[in-house]
Nanobody, 121 residues
Framework: QVQLVESGGGLVQAGGSLRLSCAASGRTFSSYAMGWFRQAPGKEREFVAAISWSGGSTYYADSVKGRFTISRDNAKNTVYLQMNSLKPEDTAVYYC??????????????WGQGTQVTVSS
């Protein structure tokens, strides 16, 4: 198990940028694939982006492709989500997740407490 703490959320105007960070505890961080998910009020949690343990492979939801970038620093046990050109529909609580496999992250992963992102129009 790995413990995750997100930070960096906030209120931003449409078109603005935010960078989320997720700090992980544990010596095996570099073994885990990492991901970002989000959940808006009244909606199910949805996939945003994921990155392999090495950082060599990244995956994005179509809705954020070209605007968001996921990255990781294994020396700092941290994964990032750079969010540019934000839209009001990006408003949600953003969660960091970790699992040995991206495929099972949503169902079996470890989760952070979430950080609120609000984009005003």
């Amino acid at each position: 198990q790995v413990q995750l703490v997100e930070s960096g959320g906030g209120l931003v105007q449409a078109g603005g940028s935010l960078r989320l960070s997720c700090a992980a505890s544990g010596r095996t961080f570099s073994s885990y694939a990492m991901g970002w998910f989000r959940q808006a009020p009244g909606k199910e949690r949805e996939f945003v982006a994921a990155i392999s343990w090495s950082g060599g492979s990244t995956y994005y939801a179509d809705s954020v492709k070209g605007r968001f970038t996921i990255s990781r620093d294994n020396a700092k046990n941290t994964v990032y989500l750079q969010m540019n050109s934000l839209k009001p529909e990006d408003t949600a609580v953003y969660y960091c997740a970790a699992d040995l496999s991206i495929a099972t992250m949503l169902s079996r992963g470890s989760w952070g407490q979430g950080t609120q992102v609000t984009v005003s129009s």
